[in-house]
């Protein structure tokens, strides 16, 4: 498996939504891999929710959450930063569940209906 330290490839810039899109770039470069990429916080620190959301919660919007945690394992994360990172990808991937809804024809937040009964 290919092994990535955060305080390597981002050094200090773990902050911004531009330090986010860095990170991003760096893991969609690494995205058809067949093995998947471990992405190492150790010594890292980030709490940032702007960081998180530009590189982990864009992938959750763009790829479906099971195929982005078989691509990406992260380790050794603070458990705060993994609550933080956690709840940004969750609700990212509520939004983008709910955005297939709409695109689909479901009226936003309201189930589909089954088109032979109309319910």
Known sequence: MNRLYLTE????????????????????????????????FEGAAIASASFFDESFGALALRYPLAEVTRRIKVENIA?????????????????RDSSAKVLQGAPHGQPEQDPESGR
């Open 79 to 95: 458990p705060e930063d993994r609550r933080l990172l956690n709840t940004l990808v969750r609700a990212r991937q509520r939004e």
């Open 9 to 40: 490839v981002c050094k200090d810039s773990r902050v911004t939504r531009r330090d986010g899109e860095a990170l991003r770039d760096v893991l969609e470069a690494h995205w058809s891999d067949v093995e998947p990429l471990i992405l190492d």
